[in-house]
């Protein structure tokens, strides 16, 4: 995926990089430093600077891009509080398959995304910046190391920085994972019962931000919270960077103020001819009926649709797929990324893949909607991380958008897009155990 023509709100994705080759990206500092202006960061503790930069994190309302949407300032809150000296991990780590949205960022702005890690090491007081980059995306992980040293070069390297190269899984990103891995366990998600006690590597509080999150910081830092409040609703500021694919002339990633109508986001991106239903937030996110296209793109509105922003996904399903074997792919993919901690998990996933992947060929039988209602239930909430939470959430929501189609395959007679090949992206099957490099 590409990224796509840039407007007015775009603040995130305006400085091409050096392109030597489609995979070969070369950062450009001085392009960074002429598009947005140095940004002065001290290297010791600086109080006053320390309670102005948090002051403008604070009162921008910026809520985290990874996924969870909690609010930035509330993560440093608890970083701080922690005693010890933290450490900053940047997660670009992008397990879903869909989203291209870090890695594009990484290879147009990675001096944003350095900025940003900067601020937030200056403003918890820690010493050290970890980034996570899969062990299977050599382009990012390239285009950062290259931006690190860049910055080294020009005397802008104040803190340790080190690239490092998690698996590649679907949960490996979780940020609690992403930690088991720092500390040298294999990347598996934790229970996490008070999630305001942070995470630690060895005994030091970590303040794990995702990519994107980081460069909204590095440009709060140099504007202030007025400016990011520009864009943006009250419950919702500025702007973010969105995936589209699926039913458009022009997939890629796109940056849009949040509120705006979910279907002028897909018609930006070149939206052809009519959709049985649109896939928001992720694999564990949710369909949305079209009737919904007015919608505005923020969590709230979202939410009271039944969907989720995630990180930024937005597949659009053609008239000609069927959404229950879209669904059932997913599903089955989503089953075979479990951890294998959990036993709601490890064995209620797979069922309900068979329950679906039956469903879409027509041969699940008449009390299959319940069977998968029964299942589902046993599964929501009872799994150590909240995987399984998202792929019960988009079997329950393909089931209610795509309801008459799920009535005529239950019984027996399946849709022709059951046969169309797979709007959604999805990866060769992984190792299973494969959860440590
Ligand atoms: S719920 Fe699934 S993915 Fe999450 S920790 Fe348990 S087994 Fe692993």
């Known amino acids: 995926m590409s990224a796509m023509t840039l407007d007015a709100n775009d603040r995130l994705l305006t400085v091409p990089p050096r392109a030597r080759s489609a995979t070969d990206l070369t950062p450009d500092l001085a392009g960074h430093l002429a598009t947005h202006g140095a940004l002065a960061v001290p290297t010791r503790d600086d109080a006053a600077w320390t309670a102005a930069v948090w002051r403008a994190v604070s ?15 509330v993560k440093w809150d608890a970083v701080r509080s922690g005693g010890r000296r933290p450490m900053v991990v940047v997660n670009a780590m992008e397990g879903e398959p869909a989203s291209a949205k870090d890695k594009v960022l990484l ?3 990675p001096h944003l995304v350095l900025d940003g890690a900067d601020v937030a090491a200056a ?22 190391t290259a931006a690190v040293a860049e910055r080294a070069r ?22 609690s994972a992403l930690v088991a891995w720092l500390n ?34 590095a440009l709060i830092a140099r504007h202030g919270p007025e400016w990011f409040r520009r864009l943006g609703t009250p419950e919702a500021p500025g702007s973010t960077l969105v995936t589209v694919s699926g039913a458009v002339r022009s997939p890629g ?33 949710a369909w949305l009926d079209p009737s919904h296209l007015s919608t505005p793109y923020a969590p709230g509105p979202l939410a009271a649709a039944g969907a989720t ?12 797929s069927c959404g229950i074997a879209e669904t059932a792919r997913i599903v089955r993919y989503m089953a075979g990324e479990s951890a ?18 039956q469903l879409a060929v027509g041969r699940a039988g008449a009390d299959v909607l319940e069977r998968i209602e029964v299942r589902a239930a046993v599964v929501d909430g009872r799994g150590g991380c909240r995987h399984p939470d998202g792929v019960v959430r988009l079997a329950r929501t393909a089931l209610a958008v795509f309801a008459d189609d799920a009535l005529a395959h239950g019984r027996g007679r399946p849709c022709a897009g059951h046969r169309a090949p797979s709007v959604l992206a999805l990866p060769a099957a992984t190792t299973r155990d494969r959860w440590a490099s």
Request: glycine share 16%; hydrophobic share 40%.
């Open 309 to 320: 922003m995630g990180v930024g996904i937005m597949v659009a399903l053609p008239v000609t």
């Open 107 to 109: 290879a147009y702005s």
């Open 59 to 73: 009162e921008s309302g910026l809520l985290g891009r990874g996924g969870a949407g909690f609010p930035a300032a």
């Open 123 to 144: 403003a918890v007081g820690a010493s050290d910046i970890v980034i996570c980059v899969t062990d299977d995306n050599g382009p990012t992980a390239a285009s950062v």
């Open 184 to 217: 040298n366990r294999r990347a598996l998600p934790s229970l996490r019962i008070d999630k305001s006690v942070p995470l630690a590597v060895g005994r030091r509080p970590v303040l794990v931000h995702n990519a994107e999150t980081l460069s909204q910081v």
């Open 340 to 357: 294998g901690q959990c036993g709601p998990c490890v064995f209620g996933l797979p069922a309900i893949a068979d329950d679906l992947e």
């Open 154 to 175: 020009a005397g802008m390297a104040h803190r340790r920085i080190s690239v490092e190269r998690p698996p590649g899984r679907y949960v490996s990103g979780e940020e």
């Open 253 to 285: 990633v796109l940056e849009v103020e949040l509120g705006t109508p979910v279907g002028d986001i897909v018609r930006r991106a070149g939206l052809e001819g009519a959709l049985s239903g649109l896939l928001l937030g992720g694999y564990g996110g």
